[in-house]
């Protein structure tokens, strides 16, 4: 069975700009969720998304927002990006709702904003 | 703030010894799962333990929780230079939230 995709793996950016990241759950799997992580915050969580709607949002602005399609894909989307949004973003799925049960992570897409 | 805080920060050992991890906790908890990562990586799932579990056991690893002090223990044991990781606690909160909320983390250096 694949496991969870993320793309793209790494990506540069600019200060205002914008990014989409995307990620494709394992196969079956119903939730998806996205995590930042940074050598001085840690792992944090941004949100969930199950059955193509938001159930979850960490403590993150507006400008982090994504969507889940009916396949369970999903995607993140960072307007107006700011140098503090470098990070390594996760994506992980689960069977069901995530406080339920294992998460299965991808590698992550490695951000930097220039 | 975060929910879960582990101790050490960073271990280091020799290959053969056994590693122990620590994780406190704040709330009540649904569960309590611990995950490790290679430098720069994706998380990979280690165990998990509900909160009517004291004791969990799967290969070298061995996990406790005691909900009372909200505290958990992560054992590795015969530790292997491949176990050199960082290793976190991730807890899921007992009420509704459905939130996961990970601790900052033990960075493990296993001495070959």
């Known amino acids: 069975k694949a496991g969870v995709t993320q793309t793209p793996r790494y990506l540069i950016k600019t200060r205002g700009q914008q990014v989409t990241l995307s990620c494709s759950p394992i196969?079956?799997?119903?939730?998806v969720s996205w995590y930042q992580q940074t050598p001085g915050q840690g792992l944090q969580f941004l949100f969930e998304y199950f059955s193509e709607t938001q159930r979850n949002k960490g403590n993150f602005p507006g400008r982090f927002s994504g969507r889940q399609f009916s396949n369970s894909r999903s995607e993140m989307n960072v307007s107006t990006l700011e140098l503090g949004d470098s990070a390594l973003y996760l994506c992980?799925?689960?069977?069901?709702?995530?406080?339920?049960?294992?998460?299965?992570f991808g590698e992550g897409s490695r951000l930097t904003v220039l | 703030s975060q929910q879960g805080e582990e101790d050490p920060q960073a271990l280091s050992i020799q290959e053969g010894e056994n590693a122990t991890m620590n994780c406190s906790y704040k709330?009540?908890?649904?569960?309590l799962q611990w995950y490790r990562q290679n430098s720069g990586r994706g998380l990979v799932h280690l165990i998990l333990i509900r909160s009517n579990e004291r004791e969990k056991h799967s290969g070298r690893l061995r996990v406790t929780l005691d909900t009372s002090k909200k505290s958990s223990s992560l054992l590795i044991t015969a530790s292997r230079a491949a176990d050199t990781a960082s290793y976190f606690c991730a807890t899921a909160a007992g009420d509704s939230s459905y939130k996961l909320i990970f601790g900052s983390g033990t960075r493990l250096l296993v001495r070959p």
């Open positions: 709330t009540s908890i649904n569960n």
């Open positions: 196969s079956g799997h119903r939730s």
């Open positions: 992980a799925s689960s069977l069901n709702r995530i406080n339920t049960g294992e998460l299965f």
